[in-house]
Every structure is written in structure tokens, then in C-alpha cells.
């Protein structure tokens, strides 16, 4: 949720709507498994870039 006080300057707060535990579980497992497979993903890279 974003509100936005009137102050001088301006600023914007933010708080979590009832759908992001939800997310940052989500969030969670994808960047947990982009670690553990990181090598992998590294060497992929690397021989998608090196052909010709």
C-alpha cells in the first residue's frame, strides 16, 4: 500500500498488503535456488556466449 503524507518535501510510505507473505516465500525459494544452482548457471552463460 503507498500513502503519501502532505509534507514539504514530499514523502512516500509503504506498507505490505496481506498478499506478500505470500510473494517473499515465492521470492524466497527462486533466488535460494539460483544460489545453489549458481555454477551451473555461470558455466550455461558461458557456453551460450562462447558459440559461434
Given at each position: 500500500?503507498?500513502?503519501?503524507?502532505?509534507?514539504?518535501p514530499p514523502?512516500?510510505?509503504?506498507?505490505?498488503?496481506?498478499?506478500?507473505?505470500?510473494?517473499?516465500?515465492?521470492?524466497?525459494g527462486l533466488?535460494?535456488?539460483?544460489?545453489?544452482?549458481?555454477?551451473?548457471?555461470?558455466?550455461?552463460?558461458?557456453?551460450?556466449?562462447?558459440?559461434?
Amino acid at each position: 500500500m503507498r500513502t503519501v503524507p502532505p509534507t514539504v518535501p514530499p514523502k512516500v510510505e509503504y506498507e505490505l498488503t496481506s498478499m506478500a507473505p505470500e510473494l517473499h516465500e515465492t521470492l524466497v525459494g527462486l533466488v535460494g535456488r539460483a544460489e545453489r544452482h549458481r555454477p551451473g548457471i555461470i558455466r550455461a552463460r558461458a557456453d551460450y556466449d562462447a558459440r559461434p
